[in-house]
Structures are given as structure tokens and as C-alpha cells.
């Protein structure tokens, strides 16, 4: 995305002109590859609105545009010494020594930097199930052994964890079984969902007979949320 969506009404406007740049891809489309461009449409336009969110919520909390960076810096994993030390077969162990420093390489979506700090991370997703939450919260929780004080944020276009995601109100009690994932972590999950109402599997919103508008009302509540997620300017 080019240019910097500045308000709600721009953030609505953009949301409205990428999917029907998906129902255009899907009608012209036929081939078995169409779903993957249409998940990368989606995509995009999350991680692009998400952006545009914290940019806004930074502005109003007072803080300087040129203050606020996002990096996707990834982050190196490293086997573990004691994990090395019990290994039983000298080969894996000398496996191990040799390369600890490859590691493995993970980030979430967006990495928000004020003043070179890492404060608010953010997974962008155009719906969540709980099987995809805890891998995302598995994410979140080896980011924060590195930033133990950033915080953390999901935000989805459409609900599909149960409960009350998708009400389209300032707050919501959540389902049992995604609180039941995320008690198994130390550190809270900001979930923000942008249209009301949760994902059918056979009613997409690239479908324009189920397209669902995005609410500005809505945005305005994603962005005090995120407000709330940044430190003041």
C-alpha cells in the first residue's frame, strides 16, 4: 500500500476496493490457484489496515509520525545448551554445537518500534480458528522472552473462534475455548475483530451476494483499542 490511510472513512474505502479486487480476481479466475490469490488479497488487506490503525492510534495518543517504525526483523530462536548437554548421541550433539547459531527464525506480522523499542506486536489474520491461535499465541510467547514488555495484539477481519468476537462492540467476553488457550500463557492477547458477524465457511465475504461492510464505527473501536495497547507521545 502506497499511500497512508489517514481516518476511518479512507480505511473503509480501501477495505471495499481490495475485495472487490477480490471478487474480480474471482471471477475472472478459474484456475485451482484462485483461493491462494484470494487468501493473499485478504491478507494484505488485514495486515494493510492494521497499519494504518496503529499509525492513527499513535497520532492521537500524541506521538510523532516520524517516531513510530515497523520492522519484521526476525527473530533467531537458539537450541537450548542444556537441551544440548542431555543429548545421549554424540552425533546429534555435535550436530547441535556445530550449528546453535542458525537456530530458528519466527516474528508475528507487525513489529511496532517507538524510539527503536519493540511495545506492540500484532498478528494479522483475515479470520482465526482456535487451532490457529495457538500457534499464534506460541509466537507471542517465545517474541516476549525476547520484548517481556510489549504487548500483544490478533487482529481479524472475520470471527471464527466462538463466542462474541464478532458482536461489533467495545467489549467482549471471548469463547471458553480460546480463553482456555490463552490461561496457558503469561501474558494477555488483545483479540480485535473488524466486521461483525463471524466467517462462514461457505459464505465469503470476496462473494459479493455475502459481503459484509466494514463499519466505521468499528475502525473507531480498533483504533482506541490500539490506543490503549501504545505508549502516550
Known amino acids: 500500500m ?3 490511510l489517514k481516518n476511518e472513512k479512507q480505511i473503509c474505502e480501501y ?16 484456475e485451482r490457484a484462485l483461493g491462494g490469490l484470494l487468501r493473499s488479497i485478504k491478507g494484505t488487506l488485514v495486515a494493510d489496515i492494521t497499519e494504518a490503525l496503529v499509525r492513527i492510534a499513535w497520532v492521537e495518543n500524541g506521538g510523532k509520525p516520524d517516531k513510530i517504525e515497523f520492522k519484521q526483523t526476525r527473530q533467531i530462536l537458539l537450541v ?18 556445530n550449528n546453535r547459531d542458525q537456530g530458528y527464525g519466527y516474528s508475528v506480522d507487525k513489529h511496532i518500534f517507538i524510539d527503536s523499542k519493540l511495545v506492540l506486536a500484532i498478528e494479522c489474520k483475515a479470520y482465526t480458528e482456535n487451532a490457529m491461535l495457538k500457534r499464534i ?31 461489533g462492540s467495545k467489549i467482549q467476553a471471548g469463547s471458553i475455548s480460546s480463553h482456555s ?14 466486521l461483525e458477524g463471524d466467517r462462514k465457511v461457505d459464505e465469503p465475504v470476496h462473494n459479493l451476494k ?6 466505521p464505527k468499528l475502525v473507531r473501536i480498533a483504533i482506541d ?8 507521545g
Not at 522472552?145 to 477481519?157: D, F, G, I, R, T
Not at 455475502?210 to 463499519?215: F, P, Q, T
Open 15 to 30: 477495505y471495499i476496493s481490495e475485495i472487490n479486487r477480490a471478487i474480480k480476481e474471482s471471477k475472472s479466475n478459474s
Open 181 to 194: 488457550l490463552m490461561a496457558q500463557f503469561d501474558f494477555n492477547l488483545n483479540i480485535i475483530t473488524l
Open 137 to 167: 499465541l506460541f509466537d507471542f510467547y517465545l517474541l516476549k522472552k525476547s520484548y517481556p514488555k510489549m504487548n500483544c495484539a490478533l487482529v481479524q477481519l472475520e470471527n471464527m473462534l466462538g463466542g462474541d468476537y464478532g458482536n
Open 80 to 97: 537450548e545448551k542444556e537441551y544440548i548437554s542431555r543429548q545421549k548421541e554424540p552425533a546429534v550433539k555435535e550436530l547441535l554445537l
Open 225 to 232: 483499542k490500539i490506543k490503549l495497547l501504545l505508549p502516550n
Open 210 to 215: 455475502y459481503l459484509k461492510v466494514l463499519n
Open 2 to 4: 502506497k499511500t497512508q
